[in-house]
C-alpha cells in the first residue's frame, strides 16, 4: 500500500523577489518559490504543502546514470592512443632517418610528438598528424646512439621501443643514397649504379628524405623530362632545384667512382660541377 504524502500547513509571511517566506505551525519559517503558490495566494494566505519521496523517478535517474558511464567508458576508455613503432630507415656517417607508421590517437587529441636522442629530448617533430619520418644530422661518425619517440596525448603519455643505432665509419659506404639527375654518358652512369651496388648503397630518380647526394653532369633536364614537365630542356630539373633548396650536394659521378675505389667515403669538394 502506498504511504500518503505528509502534509504541513503554512501561512504566506511575505511576497518578494519570487520568494514566499511561509511560517509554520511551530515557528517554522521557510523559503518558497513564489510561482509554485496556488494562484491568488498573497499575505496571510494559508497553503498545505506535502512531500513525498519519488522512487520511481530515482530509480530511473540511477538507471540514466549508470547508461551515461557505460557509454562514456564504451567511447573514451576502452580503446586507447597506440603507442608509436619507431623504426630506422637509414644511416650514414653523420646521420640517421627514422621512421614510423602514422599515429593512432583514438578518441584523444594530440598535444605534442617529440623525439628524443639518448634519453633527451632532441626536438617536437613538425606536422604530426600526418608527418612519418624525420632525418636527424650532425651525428658523430662511429658513435652509438638511442632514438624514441614520446607521444603525449590527452589520454595520456606514449613512449615508442627504444631504437639503438651505431653510425657508419669512413670505410662503411652503404650509407650512401643518391638520386640520379641528368647524366649525360650513359656509360659512366652504368658505371655509377654498378658501383654502388657493390658498396650496396641505393639509389633513385626521386629525392626521398634519406637521400644524401645528387648526382648529375649537368644541371639541366633530360629532353623526355623535358617534354613530360612543359621545360626547356636546357632549365635545371626539378629534382636538382628541390636538391639546392634541401642543401643536398650536387656532385659528379665521379665521387661515387672514388668512394668505390678508395673503399671509403671521400671528400666531396673536388667533385662538385663547379670544381674543376
Request: proline share 5%; glycine share 6%.
Amino acid at each position: 500500500m502506498e504511504k500518503v504524502p505528509e502534509s504541513f500547513t503554512f501561512t504566506v509571511g511575505k511576497l518578494d523577489a519570487g520568494m514566499a517566506i511561509l511560517l509554520g505551525e511551530r515557528a517554522h519559517l521557510i523559503e518558497f518559490p513564489s510561482v509554485l503558490l496556488p494562484p491568488g495566494a498573497t499575505t496571510g494566505s494559508i497553503v498545505s504543502i506535502a512531500v513525498h519521496q519519488n522512487h520511481e523517478e530515482e530509480k530511473r535517474r540511477e538507471e540514466d546514470f549508470w547508461l551515461l558511464q557505460e557509454d562514456i567508458l564504451k567511447e573514451f576508455g576502452v580503446v586507447k592512443p597506440s603507442n608509436p613503432d619507431l623504426q630506422l630507415r637509414h644511416v650514414t656517417q653523420t646521420s640517421v632517418t627514422l621512421e614510423w607508421p602514422s599515429i593512432q590517437l583514438s578518441t584523444a587529441k594530440l598535444r605534442s610528438l617529440d623525439i628524443y636522442r639518448n634519453g633527451e629530448r632532441l626536438a617536437s617533430i613538425p606536422s604530426p598528424l600526418t608527418n612519418t619520418s624525420t632525418k636527424l644530422s650532425g651525428l658523430q661518425t662511429d658513435e652509438e646512439y638511442t632514438f624514441q619517440l614520446i607521444l603525449r596525448t590527452t589520454a595520456g603519455t606514449f613512449p615508442s621501443n627504444i631504437i639503438r643505432v651505431r653510425t657508419h665509419t669512413m670505410t662503411n659506404t652503404s650509407g650512401i643514397s643518391v638520386c640520379f639527375g641528368n647524366v649525360q654518358d650513359s656509360v659512366l652512369l652504368e658505371n655509377t649504379k654498378m658501383a654502388l651496388r657493390e658498396m650496396k648503397a641505393k639509389w633513385s630518380d626521386k629525392i626521398q628524405i634519406d637521400t644524401t647526394h645528387f648526382i648529375c653532369t649537368t644541371p639541366a633536364v633530360t629532353t623526355n623530362g623535358a617534354q613530360a614537365t612543359g621545360n626547356s630542356a636546357g632549365a635545371p630539373g626539378v629534382e636538382y632545384q628541390r636538391a639546392l633548396q634541401l642543401s643536398i650536394p650536387v656532385l659528379y659521378p665521379d665521387w661515387v667512382i672514388a668512394c668505390y675505389t678508395e673503399k671509403r667515403s671521400v671528400f666531396a669538394i673536388y667533385y662538385y660541377p663547379s670544381t674543376n
